[in-house]
Antibody
Framework: EVQLVESGGGLVQPGGSLRLSCAAS????????MHWVRQAPGQGLIWVSR????????GYADSVRGRFTISRDNAKNTLFLQMNSLRAEDTAVYFC?????????????WGQGTLVTVSS | QSALTQPPSASGSPGQSVTISCTGT?????????VSWYQHHPGKAPKLMIY???KRPSGVPDRFSGSKSGSTASLTVSGLQAEDEADYYC??????????FGIGTKVTVL
């Protein structure tokens, strides 16, 4: 069974940094695009970032471009999200999800998420 | 890119049907056959229920169906069951390396 397990969330002050991880198992990790999607408290889902299979191509939502960096380690089947210059509005549950290796493909498996709280 | 428009809530009695709409633009819903629907029980992992407008992943009951007309997609849940009570989100590729979700619809089984 495909598993995606996020970790690394927590409480951080505005302007601070945090690195999220997503451990993947039971599928050929390097053949899938990976994404981060977030959900602020009481709000809907928002796509944050994606990375292709070999890590050579990335994309970001306008709200995080220049502050967040997505990366992956295919040898360790792990996805990362480095979050810098954090703001209160970045407070959310961050989900790791995967899609087939192409644009416009669905997010077919998700993790349960990790909570990031940005507050002083 | 703006969120897709969904009704905030929908409800039905067990056995009835409920339909949720998802309205976008020609740049997302209307421009691609990539509409997906996700079921989310708070605190759990979201689950893919419909993809490419009408297709069901393996294991999703055929009570769930999808359609699209122009820039509006719809999810219909027939024969409502208690376990269908959840939040439902539509999603579409928005072009230019962008993906957009709907604001979510809370489905209540009365």
């Amino acid at each position: 069974e495909v598993q995606l397990v996020e970790s690394g969330g927590g409480l951080v002050q505005p302007g601070g940094s945090l690195r999220l991880s997503c451990a993947a198992s039971a599928f050929t990790f390097r053949t899938y695009w990976m994404h981060w999607v977030r959900q602020a408290p009481g709000q809907g889902l928002i796509w944050v970032s994606r990375i292709n299979g070999d890590g050579s191509s990335t994309g970001y939502a306008d709200s995080v471009r220049g502050r967040f960096t997505i990366s992956r380690d295919n040898a360790k089947n792990t996805l990362f999200l480095q979050m810098n210059s954090l703001r209160a509005e970045d407070t959310a549950v961050y989900f790791c999800t995967r899609s087939a290796s192409s644009f416009a493909k669905p997010f077919d498996n998700w993790g349960q998420g990790t909570l990031v709280t940005v507050s002083s | 890119q703006s969120a897709l428009t969904q009704p905030p809530s929908a409800s039905g009695s067990p056995g009835q049907s409920v339909t949720i709409s998802c309205t976008g633009t020609n740049s997302d819903v209307g421009g691609y056959d990539s509409v997906s629907w996700y079921q989310h029980h708070p605190g759990k992992a979201p689950k893919l229920m419909i993809y490419e407008v009408t297709k069901r992943p393996s294991g999703v009951p055929d009570r769930f169906s999808g359609s699209k007309s122009g820039s509006t997609a719809s999810l219909t849940v027939s024969g409502l069951q208690a376990e269908d009570e959840a939040d439902y989100y539509c999603s579409s590729y928005g072009g230019s390396n962008n993906y957009v979700f709907g604001i979510g619809t809370k489905v209540t089984v009365l």
